[in-house]
């Protein structure tokens, strides 16, 4: 039972171009959304997140949205650089319990 | 802090043997996580514990799989015996419950081989 679903393993943009990471989720009650992202032998670390209270949040060349209606959300990277390129994890978080759950993982490839 | 710590790096074992993956969350933090990575399943929640309590095991795959903490510095997560399907990388992270939305810090992790 996957709860979370990132349907895209892999991705690839031009330099400079917008990056979209999408995520699908299928439980309502989720108060939280996180992306993260992983280098090779690394770690994931903590790259955005927005509240189920808000559509919209924005850090940098970052942004991800939430459709609530659609149970969606996406990670908007504008402009792409090659630093970018990793694998990016979205994940959805109960805030009374503390469960934090990922999808499988989409790998970005920004070409120079 | 030096963050989330995690050992062995590595883990080469034949199957059939014991193996003990170790744990060090950040500071302070209450809520530890396993997880395991696959390529199917991505970050696959194995077990998570809030003040040292194991609140959800659902995700452990079978009884081969146990997980402790026995205090809030350190967790173990075992597997007994080991088979080579359990090849993967095992992350340990560690957050704060309770406050809002607080963001989970990982390890580096680490790489199990069951030969």
């Known amino acids: 039972d996957q709860q979370v679903k990132q349907n895209s393993p892999s991705l690839s943009v031009q330099e400079g171009r917008i990056s979209i990471l999408n995520c699908d989720y299928t439980n309502s009650m989720f108060d939280y959304f996180l992306w993260y992202k992983k280098y090779p032998a690394e770690g994931p670390t903590f790259l955005i997140s927005i509240s189920s209270i808000k559509d919209k949040n924005e850090d940098g060349r970052f942004t991800v949205f939430l459709n609530k209606s659609a149970k969606h959300l996406s990670l908007h990277i504008v402009p792409s650089q090659p630093g970018d390129s990793a694998v990016y994890f979205c994940a959805a978080l109960r805030g009374n319990t503390g469960k934090l759950i990922f999808g499988q993982g989409t790998t970005l490839q920004v070409k120079p | 802090d030096a963050g989330v710590i995690q050992s062995p790096r590595h883990e080469v074992t034949e199957m059939g043997q014991e193996v003990t993956l170790r744990c060090k969350p950040i500071s302070g933090h209450n809520s530890l996580f396993w997880y395991r990575q696959t390529m199917m399943r991505g970050l696959e929640l194995l077990i998570y514990?809030?003040?040292?309590?194991?609140?959800?095991d659902s995700g452990m795959p079978e009884d081969r799989f146990s997980a402790k903490m026995p205090n809030a510095s350190f967790s173990t997560l075992k597997i007994q015996p080991s088979e080579p399907r359990d090849s993967a990388v095992y992350f340990c992270a560690s957050r704060t419950q309770g406050v809002g939305n607080t963001e989970a810090f990982f390890g580096q992790g680490t790489r199990l081989t069951v030969v």
């Open positions: 514990f809030n003040n040292n309590v194991p609140i959800d």
